[in-house]
């Protein structure tokens, strides 16, 4: 397939694709706490293609590995130049399935010097249901070595709490869906969100709540306890130049 060739071109020379950042928020929606790095590729003739479709593409035709590396090493060498506190990367489940996954990051992180504690890995509920010996030593060996381990969309797929327990996250990020349900002025729809925060702080971990869009939303989860939060409401994924010119990050 052509698209895929492309993304081959892309990946290699490194040209049309991109990182931008969106800034994840304290509870006072003020402080910036770190930032997701998302990626972004702009196709020369049609244009600003959706992340989870070319990933997805990517992830077929065995390019996630490539793929991922790529970004691993772009948002870390971004960082290292920042006062960003740390940097948040999405990575598909089947790059840490590939054993070695854990001494790649290890090996990105030395060349370019960026501290393992400023690093966050997101990872997908799917990755600790599949729980193969791979990813489990993976997981285990990243967050020994100080990377943080985030799981991302909570709540969405088949966590059970006996997962939560097996293996160590230091972060929950409440997916976007059910914050969206705090508008609805429904009483069981907010006991959901709250019991989501309720449970990350019985674990001890760090929560995130993420698509906050407006201040009812805001209001309501900061009211519950939430750590953190990222949405279109604080900001939009930003580009690099942009992201720099925040309160905090600027030289
Ligand atoms: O940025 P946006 O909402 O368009 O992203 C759509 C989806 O693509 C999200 O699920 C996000 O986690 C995923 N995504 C964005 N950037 C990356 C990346 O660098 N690697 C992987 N594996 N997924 C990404
Ligand atoms: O699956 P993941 O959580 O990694 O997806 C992140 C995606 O969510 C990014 O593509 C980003 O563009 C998108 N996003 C970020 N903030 C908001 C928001 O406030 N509302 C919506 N609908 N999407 C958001
Ligand atoms: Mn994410
Ligand atoms: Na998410």
């Known amino acids: 397939r052509k698209v895929e060739s492309e ?39 049609h244009g600003a293609l959706p992340p989870a479709q070319f990933i997805a593409i990517a992830e077929e035709r065995g390019m ?4 991922g590396k790529w970004v691993l090493h772009e948002a870390c060498r971004f960082a290292i130049g920042t006062r960003l506190p740390w940097v948040a990367v999405n990575v598909s489940p089947l790059q840490l399935r590939d054993f070695g996954f854990a001494e790649q990051v290890a090996s990105i992180l030395t060349e370019t010097g960026l501290a393992p504690e400023r690093l966050q890995i997101e990872i997908t509920e799917s990755v600790l249901l599949e729980s193969s010996n791979a990813t489990r030593m993976a997981l285990a060996a990243l967050r020994q070595s100080g990377v ?3 799981l991302d969309d909570f709540g969405t797929g088949y966590s059970s709490l006996s997962y939560l327990r097996r293996h160590a996250i230091d972060k929950l990020k409440i997916d976007r869906s059910f914050v969206r349900l705090l508008d609805d002025g429904d009483g069981s729809s907010s006991a959901i969100v709250r019991a989501l925060i309720d449970l990350a702080v019985a674990l001890k971990v760090e929560v995130t709540a993420e698509g906050v869009e407006t201040e009812e939303q805001k209001v309501q989860l900061v009211g519950m306890g939430c750590h953190q939060l990222q949405g279109y409401l604080l900001s939009p994924p930003l580009e690099t130049t942009q992201l720099l010119t925040l309160p905090g990050l600027s030289s």
């Open 148 to 150: 943080g381990i985030v």
């Open 64 to 67: 996630i590995g490539q793929l």
């Open 7 to 45: 993304l081959r071109n892309a990946l290699n020379g490194g040209t049309g694709i991109k990182l931008v950042y969106q800034p994840i928020f304290a509870a006072d929606g003020k402080t910036i706490l770190g930032a997701e790095a998302l990626i972004r590729w702009a196709h020369e003739v």
